[in-house]
């Protein structure tokens, strides 16, 4: 086979990966929009991406941000409670295959917080999951939980505490997707 074939089926295979992608993060809105459980904090998922580094050329974390629609709504339009944050990792750097997580975010004080957020504050999220020296964690990469250390609290919005289960993405279908994401959210609002 040819390198020009290889490097064409890898984006074959990328380009599906990314359709697959698009249709969990539309499913997870339109359950949020219908069930109202937890309700979408912003439209748009959140990402990295760069023109100047080439690790950001290709999309590997996908973000979006829910919060309990019990919790009370404030003028920013963010509720007075945690976030849920949902993300999708195709990183082969931050895990051996493909994962999901699901984290509950705490934070000091989140009614000083200004209207909406931006998809490039995608690393206001991210990288909380995967530096050990913002959040050292316990547990593994299925069960985990970590105190925002306040070096960096800060610099995360106040980022207190974070809390999540991890799942492979090939464990997720069309008929478990809601049970998995939805009620993994539930399942961290008391811990």
Not at 68 to 91: A, F, T
Not at 145 to 172: Q, T
Request: glycine content about 6%; some cysteine.
């Amino acid at each position: 086979m040819s390198l020009g074939k290889n490097i064409h089926d890898a984006f074959e295979i990328v380009a599906d990966t990314y359709e697959n992608v698009s249709k969990l993060m539309s499913f997870c809105m339109e359950q949020s929009s219908e069930k109202g459980e937890f309700v979408l904090s912003s439209p748009k998922f959140l990402r990295w991406k760069s023109d100047n580094e080439t690790g950001g050329w290709l999309m590997k974390s996908f973000i979006l941000l829910f919060q309990n629609s019990k919790d009370k709504l404030l003028k920013s339009q963010w509720r007075k409670g945690p976030i849920y944050v949902l993300e999708i990792n195709l990183s082969p750097y931050d895990y051996k295959v493909p994962m999901i997580n699901i984290a509950k975010f705490e934070y000091d004080d989140i009614t000083s917080w200004d209207k909406g957020v931006s998809p490039a504050d995608h690393w206001r999220f991210y990288q909380p999951l995967y530096d050990d020296a913002i959040a050292p964690f316990s547990g593994d990469d299925f069960n985990y939980s970590g105190f925002i250390d306040d070096a960096y609290s800060e610099r995360y919005w106040g980022l207190k505490r974070i809390v999540g289960i991890g799942v492979p993405l090939a464990d997720i279908k069309r008929e478990n997707a809601y049970k998995i994401i939805f009620d993994g959210f539930q399942s961290l609002i008391d811990k």
